[in-house]
């Protein structure tokens, strides 16, 4: 079986993540969204989803594809690939940017363990979209219905306003 692991946080899961996770599918024979759980980075150390709840979204999120499942884990990426046995990282690339960081990830991943890691590059429709970026658009009131799935947005707009009544 060729297995392989997206790892990230997804805090929270945007529909370009979901793209990555979709060709991914097309590849493997079982895609593991592998949310970091680290316990040092709670909601209130800069997340805006505890790890349960970017879980939960992302389950719901890939519900329409049968080879993909979503974990949690701690630690190396690495180690956790040996431990579910994955032969492949996938990760989405958006610009040269993003490649210079995770080929040096992937050289050191390389040097850890002998999992390839293989680059997507990510749709150009949404090659401007990052966590970071939906979340400050979406705390000063911007739309962003078009780059999150429906059920996120719903949470991520409820959470905000949650922010907000309680600053």
Request: hydrophobic letters at 40%; a negative charge; one cysteine or more.
């Amino acid at each position: 079986m060729r297995r392989c692991v997206c790892p990230g946080s997804f805090d929270p899961v945007t529909n370009g993540h979901l793209d990555i996770f979709g060709r991914a599918a097309s590849l493997f024979d079982e895609v593991v969204v592998a949310v970091g759980v680290n316990k040092s980075k709670s909601t209130s150390s800069g997340r805006l989803f505890s790890s349960d709840e970017r879980m939960e979204m992302l389950a719901d999120a890939v519900s329409p594809w049968a080879n993909v499942r979503v974990q949690g884990f701690t630690g190396l990426v690495t180690d956790f690939c040996r431990e579910i046995g994955a032969q492949a990282i996938v990760k989405g690339l958006r610009g040269s940017g993003d490649y210079d960081y995770e080929l040096q990830m992937a050289q050191m991943n390389s040097h850890l363990t002998e999992v390839e890691t293989v680059f997507l590059m990510t749709d150009p429709s949404m090659s401007f979209v990052s966590s970071s970026l939906v979340k400050e658009v979406a705390s000063f009131g911007g739309d962003v219905s078009g780059l999150v799935p429906p059920a996120v947005l719903e949470r991520l707009t409820a959470r905000i306003e949650e922010r907000r009544a309680g600053a």
